[in-house]
């Protein structure tokens, strides 16, 4: 049986505003349509652990996608719809997603031991899931909203601090659950239970890793790269003999872990800019992993995880690419160039060659350069734009963009830092073009 808790007060507390208005708005749409509904998963885990999670997650014991729709009316949204999965996907006007499942006793597998008539739909949705701590539910019909649905001892679990699985073909059925343990564990300093521990062992001793995918395995692997613990993540996983499961060549070398810490650093700060593009942080995860190996190991490493050609090259082409700006960065510095030459050196690289760059080179007068370049220079943008080289009687052609890449090196070396003096350095210019070494543009009607 569940142990009864109602956590209302805790879904007010710890949610935004509008976010429990949706719950009650769901709750009451559900009422009228006769369903019972409930939010679960990790959003449910998050509130009781209080870390913030704005993922919505609702199951109904109905029909999921006729109240998707309902309530995607009722909100404003869109809503699109799998009906071979039963589920739909509330897309609100704010762009915040909520998933919307289907809890239906006939369309379950379940192991032949259990008693499943007497299981309600919501207790054998629960069941299918991946850990105790993600099987919880949360109620929202109005006369039992907040009512906690626990059958599978989470809350002890929570409070243990351990990952426990449901069952002990768990990790058979869905090997990524093994690589989901281990990310969930480092994320809350967690322990794996002992008996979920041998599990794994014995999944892996089944060769279940061989058998996953590519692109589940490389699907698993970004999420852990997109957490804060990366490292650790990586570092259990060698201890259970997982990384050498996915590839011999993933040693985690002493060296390795190293650049791995950097990187780690590199990403924290990189990601306390709130900067408007987030780095792929895998990208800068697989340089470190195959740091130092030839292209043809780190092709073969890339198969394994399915990616496709075209990423394989381009990533070729950035370890290349870095090699060269990693060079030029070495002799600017050692001339003591400009830093508009700096800038367009480093505008070669996507962001993640710069941080990777960044974690390679401990020396604080690199790092500073290079941040330097990230949060001040990379996206500074000038004060004029092709159109006042138009108004100014340029004749259309290609020395637009050489004049206005000229204009952006005098901003960046901070010799033409407002709109008038870029003005006049395009005035300058278009009168003599030698100025800059360009070809004389032909004669215009002002001229
Ligand atoms: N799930 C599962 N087995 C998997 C993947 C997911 O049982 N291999 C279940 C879990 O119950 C999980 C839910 O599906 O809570 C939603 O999955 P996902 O969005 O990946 O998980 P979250 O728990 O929300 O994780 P995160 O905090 O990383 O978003």
């Known amino acids: 049986r569940s142990r009864e808790r109602n956590i209302r007060i805790l879904l007010n507390e710890r949610l935004p505003k509008e976010l429990v208005g949706i719950l009650h708005e769901a709750g009451e749409l559900a009422d009228e349509l006769e369903q019972s509904i409930y939010a679960v998963g990790g959003f449910v885990r998050d509130i009781l652990m209080d870390t913030p999670n704005l993922d919505l997650d609702l199951v109904v014991e109905g029909d999921g996608i006729a109240f998707a729709q309902a309530l995607g009316d009722k909100l404003g949204g869109r809503v699109r719809a799998h009906r071979k999965f039963q589920t739909a996907v509330i897309v609100l006007p704010d762009g915040q997603h909520i998933d919307v499942a289907t809890a239906r006793l006939e369309y379950y597998e379940y192991p032949a ?62 090997p990524t659950r093994i690589l989901r343990a281990i990310r969930f564990a480092q994320r809350y300093s967690f322990q794996i239970g002992g008996q979920t521990e041998r599990l794994i062992k014995n999944a892996l001793g089944l060769g279940m890793m061989e058998k996953l995918s590519g692109s589940r395995l490389f699907n698993e692997m970004c999420l852990i790269f997109e957490e804060k613990t990366a ?98 960065y070495k002799m600017w510095k050692h001339r003591k160039g400009p830093l508009s030459q700096l800038c367009f050196q480093l505008d070669e690289l996507p962001v993640e060659g710069v941080l ?25 943008e000038l004060d004029i734009s092709g159109r006042d080289l138009q108004l100014a009687g340029l004749p259309e052609g290609p020395a637009y963009g050489e004049i206005l890449k000229k204009v952006r090196a005098a901003m960046l070396d901070g010799n033409a830092s407002c709109r008038e003096d870029q003005l006049n350095l395009v005035r300058k210019i278009i009168k003599d073009p030698a100025y800059i070494g360009l070809e004389p543009h032909p004669r215009t009607k002002k001229d």
Not at 113 to 136: C, G, H, Q, W
Not at 156 to 173: C, T
Not at 359 to 365: C, G, L, N
Request: glycine content about 2%; aromatic content about 10%; some cysteine.
């Open 113 to 174: 031991a259990l008693p499943t008539v007497e299981l309600s739909s919501i207790k054998m949705d629960l069941y299918r899931r991946d850990f105790t701590i993600n099987a919880l539910a949360v109620q929202l019909n109005k006369s039992q909203f907040g009512r906690l649905v626990d059958f599978f001892g989470a809350q002890r679990d929570i409070k243990n601090r351990v990952i426990r699985v449901l069952h002990s073909l768990s990790f058979v059925e869905d």
């Open 231 to 328: 490292l650790a993540c990586l570092r259990q996983m060698r201890d259970l003999r997982l990384l050498s499961a996915i590839h011999p060549m993933l040693t985690l070398s002493p060296a390795q872990e190293e650049l791995l810490e950097e990187i780690e650093k590199v990403l924290e700060w990189y990601r306390l800019l709130y900067l408007n593009h987030a780095p792929r942080s895998w990208i800068i995860y697989f340089m470190a992993l195959a740091n130092g190996a030839k292209d043809e190991e780190t092709q073969s490493l890339a198969e394994r995880f399915n990616l496709t050609p075209k990423q394989i090259n381009d990533f070729l082409a950035l370890r290349k690419q870095l090699n060269q700006s990693i060079y030029h």
């Open 356 to 380: 990777f760059f960044m974690s390679k080179f401990k020396q604080e007068a690199t790092r500073r350069d290079l941040s330097q370049y990230l949060t001040r220079l990379k996206d500074a």
